[in-house]
């Protein structure tokens, strides 16, 4: 995915080269809305997210003394 989101962003590149800066920029901004997009799945996946203990919360249950 990321190698998606340089392309485009070469793209981008090439283009305002070509003097086209309308196109280059909407390249441009495509390409940040993938990097985003890419940024925000690492981190939310469950499977391939970021795992960061000190930031990670788990309610546990309480056990109350003379219960049975």
């Known amino acids: 995915m990321m190698t998606i989101a340089f392309a485009v ?5 090439v283009l305002r080269l070509l003097n086209l800066p309308r196109s280059a920029m909407v390249c441009l ?14 981190i ?11 930031l990670q919360v788990e309610l ?3 056990v ?5």
């Open 60 to 62: 546990r249950h309480a």
């Open 44 to 54: 939310y996946s469950p499977d391939y997210g970021f795992r960061m203990p000190w």
């Open 64 to 68: 109350t003394s003379g219960s049975t």
């Open 9 to 13: 962003l070469l793209a981008a590149f």
């Open 29 to 42: 901004f495509l390409s940040s809305i993938m990097a985003i997009g890419l940024f925000l799945w690492e």
